[in-house]
């Protein structure tokens, strides 16, 4: 039985742990070395050039920052200077790679009209994290993640929870009180930078971790 799971533009090593502990020969890989503290459960460098590697199942993150709605007030400069077709070009090698079964997750973005709606969008709140964070995925060969459609009902260690705090301002052009997540807030204040606030956000909540692990591995093994 192939157990090789690929954890693709990953350097949290989220996913890849709660696959280890469940007896999978998981790696992480991305462009830079990984947080998680397992160092030889990760691969350093390009992934597209690993997709043939034999791989069983492939859970890729690839970055939204070019592709997400949330940044479209600078899509048309990002369309002239080539940076969103580039960002294009590399979801489309990572969802048509050869893997038999691919889940590809990204925020809310164009690629859901420039490809196709996802299969399934989830909250964090839905697998018992206090949190709120729209996330979309596309699935090949493998099913929408199960979660209880009840909120405060306990089933196979998923449950719904509240959506978290929320950090709230007024708009200093317009007036107008704005509210955002906490979690999402607190990534900017105790960021050091842009570039630190893109990569605190971008982490996987563990409870998703977790379903993606428990419930995709039964997919192998069953």
Request: hydrophobic share 40%; charged share 25%.
């Amino acid at each position: 039985m192939n157990k090789r799971i690929l954890i693709a533009c990953e350097e949290s090593q989220a996913v890849c742990k709660e696959f280890r502990a469940l007896g999978f020969d998981a790696y992480s890989a991305d462009i830079i070395d990984c947080s998680g503290g397992y160092p030889e459960w990760h691969i350093k460098g390009d992934v597209l050039k690993i997709l043939n590697d034999d791989w069983a199942m492939m859970i890729a993150f690839p970055p939204c920052t070019h592709l997400a709605v949330s940044g479209a007030a600078w899509f048309e400069q990002k369309r002239k200077d080539g940076r969103q077709q580039q960002g294009i070009d590399f979801f489309m090698n990572i969802i048509n790679a050869p893997i038999p079964r691919i889940a590809v997750e990204n925020p809310i973005g164009i690629m859901s009209s420039l490809y196709k709606k996802p299969n399934q969008v989830i909250q964090p709140f839905y697998f018992g994290d206090e949190a709120q964070k729209t996330t979309c995925l596309w699935l090949k060969n493998l099913p929408p993640l199960y979660h209880n459609d009840k909120p405060n009902l306990f089933d196979d260690n998923i449950t719904h929870v509240g959506k978290g705090e929320f950090f709230e301002w007024i708009d200093g052009k317009t007036g107008k009180i704005k509210k955002q997540p906490k979690w999402y807030a607190d990534a900017f204040i105790n960021a050091k930078n842009k570039e630190e606030t893109s990569f605190l956000r971008s982490k996987t909540f563990p409870g998703i971790a977790k379903a993606m692990a428990e419930q995709w591995s039964k997919i192998i093994t069953s």
